[in-house]
């Protein structure tokens, strides 16, 4: 099984919501990541976490607050967003973060809009 | 972190061979190249790995110069299907991994 699964697929939200994104993944895997995609731009990271410890925050804004509660599962929490952070939200997982073969499984993303 | 650079689109037809190439003159003695395939709204897909010469599998096959200074995926007798966006990454588990802007093949009938 090579699956990330996310939820949820799509997301409305105001700028004054607060909501979450969820990652699960039941492959073992001790690195998870979150990435932000513009339509027609490859995906940026955000956050990396290895073994449940945050190890990369690349200076995302602090209204994306993310938590990885166990080895399986990765949060993305939410709140007072902006309309330019609506985007194509992706996990991926891969066995460890360090290894010279590091192989990313992505989930197939959250689309969020930001009203 | 290895910069890559590759076409930044592909117009191929079904039934040919396509070749995309990615050049990533200052790859580090650790790196590994890795080729992944993203559909619109779906999130990337690993296609195959290397560090030198050729590797092959069930999709595609990847082939490394000596110098590792560049990369070729090959993708034999294209589809529609595989009409994507394929992204070439460079880089060992330690560093993050960057994505560059990705080739878009469009395969024709």
């Known amino acids: 099984d090579t699956e990330v699964t996310q939820t949820p697929k799509h997301l409305v939200m105001g700028m004054t919501n607060k909501k979450s994104l969820k990652c699960e993944q039941h492959?073992?895997?001790?690195?998870m990541y979150w990435y932000k995609q513009k339509a027609k731009k490859p995906p940026e990271l955000m956050f990396v976490?290895?073994?449940?410890?945050?190890?990369i925050n690349e200076s995302v804004p602090s209204r994306f607050s993310p938590e990885c509660p166990n080895s399986s599962l990765l949060n993305l929490h939410l709140h007072a967003l902006q309309p330019e952070d609506s985007a194509l939200y992706l996990c991926?997982?891969?066995?460890?973060?360090?290894?010279?073969?590091?192989?990313?499984?992505f989930g197939a993303g959250t689309r969020l809009s930001v009203l | 972190l290895a910069k890559t650079t590759q076409p930044i689109s592909m117009d191929s037809y079904e039934g040919q061979e396509v070749n995309i190439t990615c050049s990533h003159n200052?790859?580090?003695?650790?790196?590994?190249i890795t080729w992944y395939q993203q559909f619109p709204s779906q999130g990337p897909r690993f296609i195959i790995q290397?560090?030198?010469t050729k590797v092959t599998n069930e999709v595609a096959s990847l082939f490394i110069p000596a110098d590792r200074k560049s990369s070729t995926l090959s993708l034999p007798r294209v589809s529609l299907s595989d009409t994507a966006v394929y992204y070439c990454?460079?880089?060992?588990?330690?560093?993050?991994?960057?994505f560059g802007k990705g080739t878009m093949l469009l395969v024709s009938p």
């Open positions: 991926a997982s891969s066995q460890v973060r360090g290894g010279a073969k590091n192989i990313q499984y």
């Open positions: 492959m073992g895997h001790r690195a």
């Open positions: 976490y290895s073994y449940e410890k945050l190890s």
């Open positions: 200052n790859i580090a003695t650790n790196d590994y």
């Open positions: 290397g560090y030198k």
């Open positions: 990454l460079v880089g060992e588990g330690y560093s993050t991994l960057t």
